[in-house]
């Protein structure tokens, strides 16, 4: 199965979707779910989601620079 090179463009749009979905995921669980347990679980999820935001930003900036 042959499948299309990736593009710097096609891992920024990645990083920040997984970032966004990640961020949002560690911040609507605890209100849904109402469980004070996992907090642990979303320090290690909102921690994951700046770090993907960072990826992304180095990924614009790499895409931009002259």
Do not use: C, H, W
């Amino acid at each position: 199965m042959f499948l299309p090179p990736l593009t710097l463009q096609d891992i920024s749009v990645l990083l920040a979707v997984s970032a966004i979905l990640l961020l949002a995921t560690a911040e609507l669980v605890p209100y849904l779910s109402g469980e004070k347990t996992l907090i642990s679980d979303m320090r290690k999820l909102r921690n994951m989601a700046v770090v993907l935001g960072v990826l992304f930003l180095i990924t614009v900036i790499i895409e931009y620079l002259p």
